[in-house]
């Protein structure tokens, strides 16, 4: 991004001042030293961002719904330390959206010098966003996107490309039923959608339905809304194994939804275990998950990938030396099979 300087004065400014206070502070410090007999505080106890200098980074995450998420903000709070150089503000907004704006807004009026955050749905930020760029305070998308008028109203975002992990399950899906000899059978369908309006939902329904228009004879019997929660997701597989009697794949947007539809595939008496009786797919490529695929009971796992913390320090240091970022950083994924997940699980953490 070009002309920065230009784009944020009032940040700039910010440090400025920053860098004066800090001068004051010593200075005054180096006085009372000489002046009086009281002793000045211990260093540690006057540790402030402002005195030293540190880069303070406002994050409001939307929630701690699944595994996938927990992983992210571990990742992101592993690189903002003040070993880095890092003062982090952490909000959880709990999956209410208006929670987010209130940490956004707080985040502007204590001057942080970056806000970071995952949108829990794409709709609804062009107010509050605009709040941010007013104050000169650049605003860094991970994990799901907005859906804003000005384009400006965000600096960079870096997260995975959920159409393409759409398709690609769509894809996987073809070459499963090839490899059964099922490619001319009747197909039904069942998806598992995360939260209403938020990109990975949006993203992975539009993917996979581009290669449902290719194929006749696939049938999505529904699109139940598992809100990407095991418990959520549990009660919305047993609605539909009640509903339809021949479910023959199940598209899970999660680790954690898939893992609630298993519970409800066994309680209604199917063998998922058995491996032939249903095809399903999963999304973020969880340890438990890479397990089941490993034994047979996830036929793919598309992997998400929540470890996003050291990209955006990239993107924050490319900022503080004035240089250019792109617009999208998308994070590298692959996907599992029974043939490749071996030797991926011993070392995944989450
Ligand atoms: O797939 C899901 C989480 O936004 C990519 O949100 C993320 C999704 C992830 O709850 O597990």
């Known amino acids: 991004m070009k002309n920065r300087e230009k784009i944020y004065p009032a940040r700039n400014l910010r440090r400025k001042l920053r860098g004066a206070a800090a001068l004051l502070a010593s200075a005054l410090l180096f006085l009372s030293g000489c002046s009086s007999r009281i002793s000045a505080p211990e260093e540690d106890d006057m540790r402030t961002p402002v005195d030293e200098n540190l880069i303070v980074v406002g994050v409001s995450q939307l929630g701690s719904e699944s595994v996938w998420r927990t992983a992210n903000t571990a990742s992101i709070q592993e690189v903002f330390t003040k070993e880095k150089g890092y003062f982090l503000i952490f909000d959880n907004a709990r999956q209410k959206q208006e929670n987010q704006i209130k940490a956004l807004r707080s985040f502007i009026s204590q001057e942080v010098d970056y806000i970071i955050f995952s949108p829990l749905?794409?709709?609804?930020?062009?107010?509050?966003?605009?709040?941010?760029?007013?104050?000169?305070?650049?605003?860094?998308?991970?994990?799901?996107?907005?859906?804003?008028?000005?384009?400006?109203?965000?600096?960079?975002?870096?997260?995975?490309?959920?159409?393409?992990?759409?398709?690609?399950?769509?894809?996987?899906?073809?070459?499963?039923?090839?490899?059964?000899?099922?490619?001319?059978?009747?197909?039904?369908?069942?998806?598992?959608?995360?939260?209403?309006?938020?990109?990975?939902?949006?993203?992975?329904?539009?993917?996979?339905?581009?290669?449902?228009?290719?194929?006749?004879?696939?049938?999505?019997?529904?699109?139940?809304?598992?809100?990407?929660?095991?418990?959520?997701?549990?009660?919305?597989?047993?609605?539909?194994?009640?509903?339809?009697?021949?479910?023959?794949?199940?598209?899970?947007?999660?680790?954690?939804?898939?893992?609630?539809?298993?519970?409800?595939?066994?309680?209604?008496?199917r063998s998922p275990e058995s491996g032939d009786d249903i095809i399903i797919l999963s999304f973020d490529g969880t340890r438990k998950a890479l397990?089941?695929?490993?034994?047979?009971?996830?036929?793919?796992?598309?992997?998400?990938?929540?470890?996003?913390?050291?990209?955006?320090?990239?993107?924050?240091?490319?900022?503080?030396?004035?240089?250019?970022?792109?617009?999208?950083?998308?994070?590298?994924?692959?996907?599992?099979?029974?043939?490749?997940?071996?030797?991926y699980i011993e070392d995944r953490t989450y």
């Open 121 to 269: 749905m794409e709709e609804g930020w062009d107010t509050v966003l605009q709040e941010a760029k007013d104050a000169g305070i650049p605003v860094i998308l991970i994990d799901r996107m907005v859906d804003v008028e000005d384009p400006s109203l965000y600096s960079t975002w870096i997260g995975s490309d959920f159409e393409k992990e759409g398709t690609e399950a769509g894809r996987i899906l073809e070459k499963c039923l090839e490899g059964q000899g099922r490619q001319e059978e009747d197909i039904n369908i069942v998806v598992l959608k995360g939260t209403e309006g938020s990109s990975p939902t949006i993203g992975r329904t539009e993917g996979f339905g581009q290669i449902v228009a290719l194929h006749e004879n696939w049938k999505i019997l529904e699109q139940a809304d598992g809100e990407f929660t095991t418990a959520k997701a549990r009660e919305e597989m047993s609605r539909l194994l009640t509903k339809y009697e021949d479910i023959d794949v199940l598209i899970s947007q999660n680790d954690d939804m898939t893992f609630g539809a298993l519970d409800a595939l066994r309680a209604a008496g």
């Open 291 to 343: 397990e089941l695929v490993e034994s047979g009971v996830i036929y793919a796992d598309l992997e998400c990938n929540p470890q996003q913390g050291e990209y955006l320090e990239e993107v924050i240091q490319k900022l503080e030396a004035g240089q250019e970022i792109e617009r999208i950083y998308y994070v590298p994924e692959k996907i599992f099979t029974r043939d490749n997940v071996s030797r």
